[in-house]
């Protein structure tokens, strides 16, 4: 009966599977439903994996098949979010369409506002979610530039921002034509089923019953009948928006054999206004509850609304628009869910639940007792909920609604609170008071007592006082209580209490103001939480040259080869292939321990399993077990949690995972190491130390004034493609030849060094075809290999096609993620900020294998210093061998640690002289040409560019004036702002890792077919290679075609990684094209008005090859270990960035304002993709560094799988004002036109972000007199930042 994904084998593919358990939005469809009684027709978004498909008789689905095609037409929305470079790897990108289009079709012209609502729900890992926001705007009827109207700075007003650059082209804003666009519409559009519309109409009076094997699914229409079944089923749930009990059955494998499903009942949808407040139905839904009380609250005096504009607040940030549109009340209030977050709102507010049962009605007050399911305060088996009275609020009243999570919209609570006092009229002496808390516990909670006691008293500083100790008294939080973070939760627990004794204060004041006085304006900065502005975006960029051909489409924004495809869901995965005859679905046992021996393994249970075809463990390994790094199947031990031991392969994926849930595996736990403290301790390392040195280390410390130590932690990071891993092998049945689909950034480690070596055959028998791939950062570089070998062996042994897709929470657990970092320096200085010496010893997590840790570590300690000249310098660096799953690499590799550990003490050196961090930066930075610390040349002048042009972009100085300004007049939220430099290293440390190669084919009819070996992964790499091609054959782009890439046609490619893919690929494109125009020269110059079609056929004629491969020897660098000398690189990608943020020092919750990048990309390519690079990877970073944090339980197994607990940005979390600027005049001759790889650098220019977070927390402590250095870690969550920015609270938190 669940769930509608599954349904998709009716082979609509543009419906993304992410997540599984309604977290990331990549399955949204639009459920269009008709209301016989009001005649009505209803849209709104779904999760399809959440989604009973039982519960969608007579109900249309619209998938994005449905909303336009390229062989139909394709909608506006998809060709604007193509057009407005909206996608990159285009996992995402049907989900924000289907969002997208259900708002459309309840607002035509939607405000902003529910624009960014409508998106809450949907994650994209890629683009940073500018380009999406821009192309939504154009549907608001507001401007259609790039939205910087207002801020006089609008791309539509030419002349400020079309200038012209010192001594080259004219500087361009904005990526996209809005005249281009087509006009919406609305008569278009499908119109609801008329045949559904009978069909509801006809079957308003039948009960629906489905039957499957093991489930039945009841749909009754009315009451009575609805009350009968729960008498005759009381076990059964009441299914109406599944997000709760579809989570249960997923993630706890709970089995109902009945449902029922009650939402064709008209009582059950009731919305009235009554004397004294409002009723609803219990199965209206949140998204409808939010819409009644928003129309409802304008309507009535303030005084009766207040616990309505209370939940509004709730209803605003809880979950995201899909989830909202799906989820009842009732089924809210009835899961209380200890983090939900209406249920302490409706208790204090003396809500009322109406049951009905067969035996009658009852009404029961929705409290704590009900909310801790006491017996005689809850529903009885029987009894299900009717509808709910939430009372109007009295005048005297005050109610307040508080929630904090890790992310401001789109996630749980960390703890949520609903807070009401009522005074005795007109005084401030307390009548009655309620406080409810969730997050605390396994329910929500109330401080009853704390209440209790504090009745009768005024509302003053002294109540508040002893409001907090009393309230610390009575919730518990033990220290260890499951979800951690318990000081934190603690602290909230009193700032919300702060919070509302200051909203009351307000209130009381705008009451009577004559009686009561003003809040101070110290505190009136605690009141308010963050309101989201809608994100503003610049890019600006230098146009192509005036002179150039308008055909030749290099260094033009072009938009993504897939964009309109991945629109229109057409674009094919690797899951997406269709299935193949006789294929057989795989899923893995993986261990449950970080250490152990394997003592035995028993198949038997799981070969009962109806559809179990085999278990495939290490004995059917026909030859290599993997590498020597790492096995494919675990063999007489377990090194992490996570790592497989054996597959089950049957005819279903369910199967294969009821397959799995029977393995029985018996171990004996060995002790595991798990920490990068734990590693030093027992001296565990993969290879040698890693060291460079320059200058004399001694010395240096000697001629410093000062001298300071100190360490810092930085946390790993999940990479969280949308795409889960992927493979689809398919022997050929011939020579043990073999088709392998996979989703991979490197075709031939998959082929060559895992397939190949582990079943015995030839490489020339092994076929890799990647097509494109979801999303990979570097996680997609090793890892699949693992996962093609495990199917490739399973294909081995069955003889049969082997389908594999993991689940997101298995990708998380298996494949480890960037490397956790701890480093310890010793830094030097003078007294006017010039730092003398620094010794530096940074250390990685690298798990329980190699991987790529050696090289990570190598990049590390290269990438240190990065753009500072420290004259004395030393770094040793160390790769720890733990028991945690393998990390590996990720987009930055390695230089995202090492650079933020570098503006730490750089920071800390700043505090310690007193002068300000830009200047410290500055003073230090690398100047002209200058030696790196391994003695490679290095031209700076770019460097001092950037920062010089950021400074003035970002209007640095004034704004850190506005800055210093607004904090000395808010207590309690503050400002920070921090300019970062960058230099970043492009591409590998040996030659051979760049070489490239090309196959370029020209038909008879004119048409090209480009092939390289590099894999598109959402970077635009495809799309850069055909305007190369188009450029150097001197055709139209139309007339190039890229279709996969393939071991087949480019063999030995090298991974698709370290910035430089499009660079050495596109070297190799450029020589293949060019060998072809070379032997056209001949035709083409006897006939020169001829045309290209005419030229080929007469290529074809004369028997000149019209196909030729290209190849690119690659760039020449050595790097000597020994001496810690050599060219590491090949050249150096610079930048710049200004970041402004706003936090709340009482919840630790921040903003980010604005961000200013100036990257020295030089000659691009297509602005367009470079700048998407730019943003995607600067948000990623913001993530990183201020938001992901992967947590593991002390035995070394990972409890962040999955978008509910591991949080990466979302619409919300991006800058207010995000401005990009290509330094104009810049070039880079070792590249093709000129052009720079950046594909990574922006990662790290996130680190801005935390440190203008540190500027603030340090504006904090100095006002609070914490004078002093201080360390901050990273991530710098919403936990860290308020912990940070001590206060009595804090305080009282230890003492209490
Ligand atoms: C991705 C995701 C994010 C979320 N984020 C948030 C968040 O930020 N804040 C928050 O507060 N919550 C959040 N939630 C939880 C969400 O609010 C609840 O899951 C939801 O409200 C439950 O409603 P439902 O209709 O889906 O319940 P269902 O799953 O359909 O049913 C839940 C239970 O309620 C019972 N029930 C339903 N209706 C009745 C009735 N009329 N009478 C008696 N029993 C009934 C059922 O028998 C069942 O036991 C999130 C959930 C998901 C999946
Ligand atoms: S797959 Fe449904 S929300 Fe992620
Ligand atoms: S484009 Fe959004 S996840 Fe890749």
């Given at each position: 009966l669940f769930s509608l994904t599954a349904a998709f084998a009716v082979r609509l593919s543009g419906t993304k599977y992410g997540c599984g358990i309604g977290g990331c939005g990549a399955c949204t469809v639009m459920i269009s439903t008709?209301?016989?009684?009001?005649?009505?027709?209803?849209?709104?978004?779904?999760?399809?994996?959440?989604?009973?498909?039982?519960?969608?008789?007579?109900?249309?689905?619209?998938?994005?098949?449905?909303?336009?095609?390229?062989?139909?037409?394709?909608?506006?929305?998809?060709?604007?979010?193509?057009?407005?470079?909206?996608?990159?790897?285009?996992?995402?990108?049907?989900?924000?369409?289907?969002?997208?289009?259900?708002?459309?079709?309840?607002?035509?012209?939607?405000?902003?506002?529910?624009?960014?609502?409508?998106?809450d729900g949907n994650l994209c890992r890629c683009t940073g979610y500018r380009p999406i926001i821009d192309t939504y705007k154009s549907f608001t009827g507001e401007t259609a530039c790039c939205q910087l109207r207002g801020t006089g700075q609008c791309c539509l007003d030419k002349e400020d921002v079309c200038s012209s650059s010192d001594k080259g082209n004219q500087m361009h804003s904005g990526l996209c034509n809005p005249e281009e666009f087509q006009p919406v519409d609305p008569t278009q559009e499908f119109i609801f089923p008329p045949e559904l519309m009978r069909m509801a109409q006809e079957q308003q009076k039948r009960t629906l019953v489905f039957r499957g094997e093991r489930t039945t699914w009841i749909s009754p229409t009315n009451l009575r009948e609805l009350l009968e079944l729960k008498a005759m089923y009381p076990k059964a749930p009441l299914i109406v928006g599944n997000t709760s009990v579809g989570l249960e059955m997923k993630r706890d494998g709970v089995h109902h054999p009945v449902f029922i499903h009650p939402t064709r009942i008209p009582d059950l949808h009731v919305v009235s206004n009554t004397n004294n407040g409002l009723v609803i139905g219990a199965a209206c839904s949140l998204a409808q509850l939010r819409d009644i009380l928003m129309k409802v609250v304008p309507e009535l005096p303030e005084e009766k609304t207040k616990i309505f504009r209370a939940l509004l607040q709730q209803l605003k940030t809880l979950a995201g628009e899909q989830i909202r549109s799906l989820a009842s009340l009732g089924g809210h209030i009835v899961s209380r869910g200890s983090t939900w977050d209406l249920n302490p709102v409706l208790a204090v507010g003396n809500s009322v639940l109406s049951l009905a049962s067969k035996d009658g009605t009852r009404q029961i007050p929705l409290n704590d007792q009900f909310l801790a399911g006491y017996e005689n305060a809850d529903l009885k088996p029987k009894e299900i909920i009717v509808?709910?009275?939430?009372?109007?609020?009295?005048?005297?009243?005050?109610?307040s609604a508080f929630r904090q999570a890790e992310r401001r919209r789109n996630a749980v609570s960390v703890v949520n609170s609903g807070m009401r006092v009522l005074f005795k009229p007109n005084t401030d002496i307390i009548m009655d008071m309620n406080i409810l808390y969730g997050g605390t516990g396994?329910?929500?909670?109330?401080?009853?007592?704390?209440?209790?006691?504090?009745?009768?008293r005024q509302w003053n500083e002294q109540m508040l006082d002893e409001a907090c100790k009393l309230v610390l008294g009575e919730i518990s939080l033990s220290p260890s209580a499951p979800g951690g973070k318990v000081e934190y939760r603690r602290t909230l627990l009193v700032s919300f209490l702060f919070k509302f004794y200051l909203e009351v204060l307000y209130g009381l004041n705008k009451m009577v103001s004559a009686k009561f006085p003003d809040l101070s304006k110290k505190n009136l900065s605690a009141l308010g939480a963050f309101h989201s502005e809608v994100p503003q975006g610049m890019q600006t960029y230098q146009d192509v040259d005036p002179v150039q051909p308008p055909q030749d489409p290099v260094g033009r924004p072009i938009m993504h080869q897939s964009g309109v495809k991945h629109a229109t869901g057409e674009a094919v995965y690797c899951n997406d292939i269709r299935a193949v005859d006789e294929e057989l679905f795989l899923a893995v046992v993986t261990s449950s321990r970080a250490h152990a021996k394997i003592v035995t393994i028993d198949v038997s249970e799981a070969l009962k399993v109806p559809g179990v075809v085999d278990v495939v463990t290490a004995e059917d390994v026909p030859g290599k077990n993997g590498t020597d790094d790492e096995q494919a199947y675990a063999k007489d031990e377990v090194i992490c949690v996570g790592q497989i031991?054996?597959?089950?392969?049957?005819?279903?994926?369910?199967?294969?995972?009821?397959?799995?849930?029977?393995?029985?595996?018996?171990y004996e736990d060995l002790e595991p190491i798990l920490t990068i403290e734990d590693a030093i301790k027992h001296n565990s390392y993969f290879g040698k130390e890693k060291k460079i040195e320059q200058g004399n280390i001694e010395e240096g410390f000697k001629s410093a004034d000062e001298i300071i130590e100190g360490e810092i932690h930085i946390g790993g990071q999940e990479h969280f493609y949308l795409e889960t891993n992927s493979v689809l092998v398919v022997p050929r049945g011939e020579d043990n030849e073999m088709d392998v689909h996979v989703s991979t950034q490197d075709a031939a480690r998959v082929q060559v060094i895992q397939i190949s070596s582990t079943l015995n055959v030839q490489s020339s028998k092994i076929m890799c075809h990647t097509k494109r791939v979801g999303g990979a950062f570097g996680g997609k570089i090793t890892k699949p290999a693992i996962f093609a070998v495990v199917a490739a062996v399973a294909a081995n042994k069955t003889g049969r096609p082997i389908r594999f897709t993991l689940e997101r929470d298995e990708d998380m657990l298996i494949t480890g993620g960037r490397h956790p970092f701890f480093g310890k320096y010793k830094v030097g200085f003078t007294n006017d900020g010039r730092i003398t010496a620094a010794d530096i010893e940074p250390y990685i997590n690298a798990g329980c294998t190699l991987d790529d840790s050696e090289m990570v570590i190598e990049y590390v300690v290269l990438k240190t210093d990065n753009a500072y000249k420290i004259p004395n310098l030393r770094i040793r660096g160390r790769a720890c061998k733990t028991n945690l799953p393998s990390n590996t690499a990720f987009r930055g590799f390695g230089f995202p640690q090492s650079g933020l550990f570098t503006e730490s003490w750089i920071t800390t050196v700043a505090t310690q002289t007193g002068l300000p961090q830009e200047k410290i930066r500055e003073i230090n930075m690398y100047k002209e040409v200058n030696l790196t610390p391994f003695k490679e040349e290095l031209d700076a002048t770019n460097l001092v560019k950037c920062w010089k042009e950021c400074m003035e972009k970002s209007e640095y100085y004034s704004r850190k004036t506005a800055v210093e300004e607004f904090n000395k007049q808010n207590y309690w939220k503050k400002k920070g702002i921090a300019i970062i430099p960058m230099k970043f290293s492009v591409g590998f440390n040996a030659t051979q890792y760049h070489q490239a190669a090309a196959l370029v084919h020209i038909y008879t009819d004119g048409s090209v077919l480009v092939t390289h070996g590099g894999i598109e992964l959402g970077q635009g790499i495809h799309t850069k290679m055909l305007q190369i091609a188009s450029r150097e054959l001197k055709v139209p782009l139309s007339y190039v075609h890229f279709c996969e890439t393939s071991t087949i046609t480019v063999p030995n490619a090298i991974v698709t990684a370290g910035?430089?893919?499009?660079?050495?690929?596109?070297?190799?494109?450029?020589?293949?094209?060019?060998?072809?125009?070379?032997?056209?020269?001949?035709?083409i110059n006897k006939n020169p008005e001829g045309k290209w079609e005419d030229w080929i056929t007469e290529a074809y004629d004369q028997s000149v090859s019209l196909s030729a491969t290209g190849y690119f020897r690659g760039y020449m660098v050595n790097m000597n270990w020994d001496t810690g000398e050599g060219q590491a690189f090949p050249y150096f990608v610079f930048g710049a960035a200004c970041s402004e943020v706003e936090i709340d020092c009482l919840t630790g919750d921040h903003k980010n304002i604005r961000t200013d990048i100036v990257m020295d990309a030089c000659f691009s390519i297509n602005p367009a993709v470079d700048i998407g690079q730019i943003e995607g990877a600067f948000v990623q970073g913001v993530g990183l560094y201020t938001m992901e944090e992967i947590k593991f339980s002390p035995e070394g197994e990972q409890y962040t799988l999955g978008p509910d607990t591991y949080k990466i940005p979302a619409v919300c979390d991006i800058p207010e004002q995000f401005r990009v600027y290509l330094l104009p005049n810049s070039r880079n001759p070792i590249a093709i036109y000129s052009a720079k790889g950046i594909g990574e650098a922006g990662l790290f220019l996130g680190c801005s972000v935390f440190f203008a977070i540190w500027d603030a927390v340090a504006a904090v402590r100095k006002e609070r007199g914490l004078t002093g250095t201080f360390t901050l870690n990273s991530p710098l969550t919403i936990e860290r930042i308020r912990m940070a920015c001590a206060d009595n609270f804090t305080e009282m938190v230890m003492v209490f």
């Open positions: 008709y209301e016989p009684t009001s005649k009505k027709i209803m849209h709104y978004p779904a999760n399809s994996c959440l989604l009973p498909i039982c519960s969608l008789h007579s109900s249309a689905v619209t998938t994005v098949e449905g909303v336009g095609s390229t062989k139909t037409r394709v909608h506006p929305i998809q060709e604007r979010l193509a057009k407005c470079h909206g996608s990159q790897c285009g996992f995402c990108t049907p989900g924000m369409v289907m969002s997208m289009y259900a708002l459309l079709r309840n607002h035509p012209e939607p405000s902003m506002e529910q624009i960014t609502a409508a998106l509808s709910v009275f939430i009372p109007y609020s009295k005048k005297d009243d005050f109610v396994p329910i929500t909670v109330s401080a009853r007592k704390s209440c209790q006691r504090l009745i009768g031991v054996c597959a089950v392969v049957a005819e279903s994926a369910v199967q294969a995972k009821q397959g799995v849930e029977k393995m029985k595996i018996e910035s430089i893919g499009s660079d050495v690929n596109g070297k190799a494109v450029q020589n293949a094209c060019q060998i072809l125009r070379k032997r056209l020269e001949p035709i």
